[in-house]
């Protein structure tokens, strides 16, 4: 039988009928890898057992960390209609678009009705026209995030009218992901997203390998 020790706390790897000591897995060790930024290359059960449950953990809230900053920094990339934003250096990184469609509702379509009738504004209406901008504009930011943008320019917004009974309005919207490189500068600094795009997505990966069999 092999004697192998724990690289990690040097104790002996036995597996026998008196005693065992296994080595963990080694997506757990990738784990407790990327959750304490060691680089061993193992662990035992007697000192990776703890540990990488606890690494779990930590990686969880790694991520839920990591999609709440990009969510942040999402919300606040700045969207323009023109091309060429006065000192704006960047870089083209390519189309993005992003549709919304949204019922109006039997009841606004009543009252937008009369609305028309007596020339004025419909409220509900309005404000449903500007939540689907909003949720469109989203995705857009999102898009861009994704393909490592941080703003969008030469934004494009339409609007038509689906189905027959004038029931749904989408929205798309289109415009050019664009990477600044002077945001700082021109007082766009936002901190590399698709950096921790990036990290998110792997730690993501490795919790997808390895949640399913935990640890025996
Ligand atoms: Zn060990």
Same mark, same amino acid.
Request: charged share 20%; glycine share 6%; net charge neutral.
């Given at each position: 039988?092999?004697q192998?020790i724990?690289?990690n706390c040097?104790?002996? =790897?036995?597996n026998?009928?008196?005693?065992t000591n296994?080595?963990?897995?080694? /997506?757990?060790?990738d784990? !407790?890898? $990327?959750?304490?930024? /060691?680089?061993?290359?193992?662990?035992?059960n007697?000192c990776?057992?703890?540990l990488f449950? #606890?690494?779990?953990?930590?990686?969880?809230?790694? =991520?839920r960390?990591l999609? @709440? @900053?990009?969510?942040n920094s999402? %919300?606040s990339?700045? !969207?323009?209609?023109?091309h060429?934003?006065?000192?704006?250096?960047y870089?083209v990184?390519?189309?993005v678009?992003? %549709?919304?469609v949204?019922?109006t509702? !039997?009841?606004?379509?009543?009252?937008?009705?009369?609305s028309d009738?007596?020339? &004025?504004?419909?409220?509900?209406?309005?404000?449903?026209?500007k939540d689907? *901008?909003?949720?469109?504009? $989203?995705? +857009?930011? @999102?898009?861009a /995030?994704?393909?490592?943008g941080?703003a969008?320019?030469? +934004?494009s917004l #339409?609007y038509?009218?689906?189905g027959?009974?004038r029931?749904? =309005?989408?929205?798309?919207?289109?415009? #050019?992901?664009? =990477?600044?490189k002077?945001?700082a500068?021109?007082?766009?600094? &936002? %901190?590399?997203?698709s950096d921790? *795009?990036?990290?998110a997505?792997k730690?993501?990966q490795l919790?997808?390998i390895?949640?399913? @069999?935990e640890?025996?």
């Amino acid at each position: 039988m092999s004697q192998d020790i724990c690289p990690n706390c040097n104790s002996p =790897i036995k597996n026998n009928v008196f005693s065992t000591n296994k080595k963990l897995l080694s /997506t757990a060790v990738d784990v !407790i890898n $990327a959750a304490n930024g /060691t680089k061993s290359s193992g662990y035992c059960n007697k000192c990776g057992d703890e540990l990488f449950h #606890t690494s779990l953990s930590k990686l969880r809230s790694d =991520i839920r960390k990591l999609r @709440h @900053h990009l969510a942040n920094s999402e %919300q606040s990339m700045p !969207i323009v209609t023109i091309h060429n934003p006065l000192g704006w250096e960047y870089e083209v990184l390519g189309l993005v678009t992003a %549709q919304s469609v949204t019922g109006t509702g !039997i009841f606004s379509e009543v009252s937008m009705s009369v609305s028309d009738l007596l020339g &004025k504004e419909s409220e509900s209406m309005s404000s449903k026209m500007k939540d689907a *901008e909003n949720i469109c504009l $989203a995705r +857009l930011r @999102h898009e861009a /995030t994704v393909m490592g943008g941080n703003a969008v320019v030469g +934004l494009s917004l #339409t609007y038509a009218e689906m189905g027959s009974l004038r029931g749904m =309005i989408m929205i798309c919207c289109t415009g #050019t992901a664009v =990477i600044v490189k002077n945001a700082a500068h021109i007082g766009y600094y &936002k %901190q590399a997203t698709s950096d921790s *795009e990036t990290a998110a997505k792997k730690l993501e990966q490795l919790l997808l390998i390895c949640e399913p @069999h935990e640890l025996d």
